[in-house]
């Protein structure tokens, strides 16, 4: 088996702020003189204990204190980029979450110009590529979601797109419908997390009153095969993150994730990291954990990676290169 190090493969559910590492976490701290309530980065790991997804947000927003500067993001960027690349990834289209950095004060130029300088560094250092995309918080007012993507626009941010994270139950999509109408208007790509926590209805919300053309998580549509039939007929993707959903106890054991019974649905699934820092693993990691618990061949993985390239909104050219390195990595993996 070739390593899965070496199978280029494109992140399409990463938070960048979720890859803040304790490491760093301490490092920003201690250069920007912010007082943190914990000795060391492995005293603040071992608070990284889940139940669900606003006990991890709770922690997540509660650690973006020490994001402050252009050089911040910068380096938040870079060494997510560096981190990824290392293990096959060879473009992301990042999330970002500009409303929980506008609410502490920090401007919203600071966030977006370290965040292109960082993978600006990164794909002249290693190649590496990435796309942005801007987040609202569904658990803040739609008012403010509004106010933002106008403020993105007037300083030309480069986004490509728009999502929709934070706590989905009791925040429902169609809320958001007007917010996701206007990027339209504006030329952005939509997608939306939905089917994490929430059920069925969650996704139909997303794709009927966003549009959004990809799913983010969207595990829970095994609950309901009419949205699983849908989800196919439409060919929408699924950012399927295994150690995510272990993490935040929508799944029991890894061993008992839906992975296979969304394969073998027909749906268009890609493997993902979410908030790596906090969830035990990168892409890379995602992968190898899910193959060795569901015994995934080679072909599999790379139908897996595939699935990560053509749910991409990279242009098509720019896809039908990396698949041709996945059909090499495949074809060196099982010489004729
Ligand atoms: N789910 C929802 N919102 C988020 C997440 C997540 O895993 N990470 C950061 N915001
Ligand atoms: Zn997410």
């Given at each position: 088996?070739?390593?899965?190090?070496?199978?280029?493969?494109?992140?399409?559910?990463?938070?960048?702020?979720?890859?803040?590492?304790?490491?760093?976490?301490?490092?920003?701290?201690?250069?920007?003189?912010?007082?943190?309530?914990?000795?060391?980065?492995?005293?603040?790991?071992?608070?990284?204990?889940?139940?669900?997804?606003?006990?991890?947000?709770?922690?997540?927003?509660?650690?973006?204190?020490?994001?402050?500067?252009?050089?911040?993001?910068?380096?938040?960027?870079?060494?997510?980029?560096?981190r990824a690349h290392a293990g096959g990834v060879v473009h992301a289209e990042a999330f970002f979450d500009p409303q929980a950095h506008l609410i502490r004060g920090v401007a919203l130029d600071?966030?977006?110009?370290?965040?292109?300088?960082?993978?600006?560094?990164?794909?002249?250092?290693?190649?590496?590529?990435?796309?942005?995309?801007?987040?609202?918080?569904?658990?803040?007012?739609?008012?403010?979601?509004?106010?933002?993507?106008?403020?993105?626009?007037?300083?030309?941010?480069?986004?490509?797109?728009?999502?929709?994270?934070?706590?989905?139950?009791?925040?429902?999509?169609?809320?958001?419908?007007?917010?996701?109408?206007?990027?339209?208007?504006?030329?952005?790509?939509?997608?939306?997390?939905?089917?994490?926590?929430?059920?069925?209805?969650?996704?139909?919300?997303?794709?009927?009153?966003?549009?959004?053309?990809?799913?983010?998580?969207?595990?829970?549509?095994?609950?309901?095969?009419?949205?699983?039939?849908?989800?196919?007929?439409?060919?929408?993707?699924?950012?399927?993150?295994?150690?995510?959903?272990?993490?935040?106890?929508?799944?029991?054991?890894?061993?008992?994730?839906?992975?296979?019974?969304?394969?073998?649905?027909?749906?268009?699934?890609?493997?993902?990291?979410?908030?790596?820092?906090?969830?035990?693993?990168?892409?890379?990691?995602?992968?190898?954990?899910?193959?060795?618990?569901?015994?995934?061949?080679?072909?599999?993985?790379?139908?897996?990676?595939?699935?990560?390239?053509?749910?991409?909104?990279?242009?098509?050219?720019?896809?039908?290169?990396?698949?041709?390195?996945?059909?090499?990595?495949?074809?060196?993996?099982?010489?004729?």
């Amino acid at each position: 088996m070739r390593r899965i190090t070496d199978l280029p493969k494109v992140e399409l559910h990463v938070h960048i702020e979720g890859t803040l590492e304790p490491e760093l976490v301490m490092k920003l701290a201690e250069s920007s003189g912010v007082d943190l309530p914990y000795a060391n980065a492995d005293e603040l790991r071992r608070r990284y204990v889940f139940t669900n997804l606003q006990s991890f947000l709770d922690i997540y927003y509660d650690n973006l204190d020490v994001l402050r500067t252009n050089h911040d993001f910068s380096r938040l960027a870079y060494e997510y980029a560096v981190r990824a690349h290392a293990g096959g990834v060879v473009h992301a289209e990042a999330f970002f979450d500009p409303q929980a950095h506008l609410i502490r004060g920090v401007a919203l130029d600071t966030v977006v110009d370290g965040l292109v300088d960082g993978f600006a560094r990164a794909r002249s250092d290693c190649g590496f590529t990435a796309d942005l995309i801007a987040c609202f918080l569904r658990d803040r007012p739609v008012r403010e979601a509004l106010e933002t993507l106008e403020s993105l626009t007037a300083i030309d941010a480069p986004i490509i797109g728009v999502g929709l994270d934070s706590a989905e139950l009791g925040n429902p999509a169609s809320l958001f419908t007007e917010v996701f109408a206007r990027a339209a208007a504006l030329g952005l790509r939509r997608v939306a997390h939905a089917g994490e926590e929430g059920g069925p209805e969650s996704i139909r919300q997303a794709l009927d009153d966003l549009g959004a053309e990809r799913i983010d998580h969207g595990i829970r549509s095994l609950d309901d095969p009419e949205m699983v039939a849908r989800l196919v007929a439409a060919h929408i993707p699924l950012t399927v993150c295994p150690l995510s959903n272990v993490a935040l106890q929508s799944v029991d054991e890894l061993a008992r994730h839906p992975l296979p019974e969304l394969l073998a649905a027909g749906l268009h699934v890609t493997i993902n990291s979410d908030d790596p820092a906090y969830f035990g693993g990168y892409a890379e990691d995602n992968y190898v954990l899910v193959a060795a618990a569901f015994d995934l061949d080679d072909a599999t993985l790379a139908d897996l990676a595939r699935n990560s390239v053509r749910a991409s909104f990279l242009p098509v050219d720019r896809q039908d290169e990396v698949l041709l390195d996945i059909d090499r990595w495949l074809a060196d993996a099982h010489p004729t």
